[in-house]
C-alpha cells in the first residue's frame, strides 16, 4: 500500500474506518483468535489498534473505544454497562429484582 492510499484512508471518518478494519477482521483468524485469548477491553483495543496500523487506516485507541461496534465488543469483554439508570447500577442489575412478586 502506498503512502497516498494510506493517506486517503486515515482521511476518511473514524465511522469508515472501523468499518472498513471491522470488514478486514471478518475472516481474519489469527486476529481473531487473539481477540478471543484478551483478558478485558485494553488488550483488545492493544489488538485492535495493531490491525489498523497494519491496514493503513490510522485509528487511534480513542476513536477505537468509542466507536460501535468495536465500543460494543469492549464493552461486552468487560461486562461493563454502556448505560446506567439510577444509583448508578447497570440497568441489568435494576432489573434482577423486578417480576418476583
Do not use: F
Request: aromatic letters at 4%.
Amino acid at each position: 500500500m502506498s503512502d497516498a492510499d494510506r493517506s486517503e484512508l486515515r482521511a476518511l471518518p473514524a465511522v469508515q474506518r472501523i468499518r472498513l478494519l471491522v470488514k478486514a477482521l471478518d475472516g481474519a483468524k489469527r486476529t481473531n483468535e487473539a481477540l478471543a485469548q484478551c483478558s478485558d477491553g485494553e488488550a483488545m483495543l492493544d489488538v485492535l489498534l495493531d490491525a489498523s496500523a497494519k491496514l493503513g487506516l490510522g485509528l487511534s485507541r480513542n476513536e477505537l473505544a468509542n466507536t460501535p461496534p468495536i465500543r460494543d465488543w469492549i464493552w461486552w469483554k468487560n461486562k461493563q454497562a454502556l448505560l446506567t439508570i439510577g444509583d448508578n447500577k447497570p440497568r441489568y442489575q435494576q432489573d434482577g429484582g423486578q417480576g418476583g412478586r
